[in-house]
């Protein structure tokens, strides 16, 4: 199976073994699915106001889990997508869900997919409310959380629409480029440029050829930059340069799991489809800025136009898509703009 091609200068930093056989390595045209949950939600709520969808989508999704490869299944419905790994010694969370739903939803469907086998580790692939929620849950029950650097402090200080995690519910190992697990197959984790947020990270189950992609990928529509954050310099360029990392994992057969993925696994040959179309929306909206217009100006050349129809979502408008975006290339986004997805 080919390897991740890795940050050519990451330093190994530390090596620390955990457990029995767990060692962690440390270092420094796109097709779209009809979502009918959508459709149904913006029959009833005819403003499709991005705040009120935000507030209501968890409860909006159905639950679906899916078999991915032998020992994964993904866990739709639950906030950002959840994979759960069920190796021969425990279990492995990539994300932990939304607030809303961790009772419900999230912990039956962990349960019936791993049995007897406890959570051993839960890996956040970013430090937003809606993968991490039910980190306090399971770091209870004796699992340890694994992210990068920058997540606790996304946690504890989290917007107002999410709680913030107690300090027993963050993170307790965390790393600066990259970090490998040993737990009954290699799982790598990779940080990747500033794009959808500062601690995006991918998890790359390597005989499963199996990778969890978090938010730089969703098959939901439109992906998210940080560029309504308050500093989002390079955050829309960042995230390109994020998702050439994740695609130069695997190979033609890898699966790939979605941070928001209607319950559907993917391939590469859609990943690279919806890589092309950031790029060209994105390079669309440079040209515009390198040729000295006004984001009302860019707007009205509609970069977003021929891809509208399967990419926009209720969270993501085409001129939310084309703000977002303009603002993590040139930063300094008024206050009213400062929103957090």
């Not at 100006?297 to 303009?326: C, H, L």
Request: a neutral charge; charged letters at 20%; one cysteine or more.
């Amino acid at each position: 199976m080919k390897r991740a091609k890795l940050y050519k200068n990451a330093r190994r930093s530390v090596i620390a073994t955990l457990g029995i056989s767990c060692i962690l390595v440390a270092s420094s045209g796109h097709t779209q699915d009809s979502n009918s949950d959508t459709e149904e939600w913006l029959k009833n709520n005819s403003s499709g106001k991005s705040e009120a969808w935000r507030d209501s989508w968890p409860e909006v999704e159905q639950l679906k889990t899916v078999k991915v490869s032998q020992n994964i299944h993904l866990v739709h419905g639950v906030g950002g997508t959840v994979a759960v790994y069920a190796a021969a010694e425990g279990t492995l969370l990539v994300d932990s869900g939304h607030f809303r739903v961790l009772e419900s939803r999230l912990y039956p469907a962990v349960n019936d997919i791993a049995k007897d086998k406890p959570v051993r580790y839960i890996v956040n692939t970013h430090g937003h409310g809606d993968h991490g929620a039910g980190n306090t849950h399971y770091i209870g029950l004796g699992a340890v959380a694994i992210s990068h650097s920058s997540v606790p402090n996304e946690y504890t200080n989290a917007p107002p629409h999410y709680p913030s995690l107690p300090p027993e519910g963050l993170p307790a190992i965390t790393f600066n480029d990259k970090m490998t697990l040993y737990f009954d197959e290699r799982i790598e984790m990779v940080h990747v440029p500033y794009g959808h947020s500062k601690g995006d990270i991918v998890v790359y189950f390597n005989e499963q050829n199996v990778m969890h992609t978090g938010d730089i990928f969703i098959k939901s529509g439109y992906v998210s930059v940080a560029g309504m954050y308050k500093n989002p310099k390079g955050s829309t360029l960042g995230l390109i340069e994020a998702q050439k990392i994740a695609l130069a994992f695997g190979d033609e057969n890898t699966k790939y799991i979605t941070g928001h993925s209607r319950g559907v696994v993917v391939g590469r040959e859609e990943l690279e489809r919806d890589h092309q179309m950031l790029v060209t929306v994105v390079g669309r909206i440079k040209k515009g800025i390198e040729a000295g217009k006004t984001l009302e100006q860019i707007k009205a050349t509609k970069p977003t136009r021929e891809f509208d129809s399967a990419y926009v979502w209720p969270g993501m408008t085409a001129e939310r898509t084309v703000e977002n975006y303009y603002y993590g290339i040139v930063g300094d986004p008024p206050p009213s703009k400062r929103r957090f997805m």
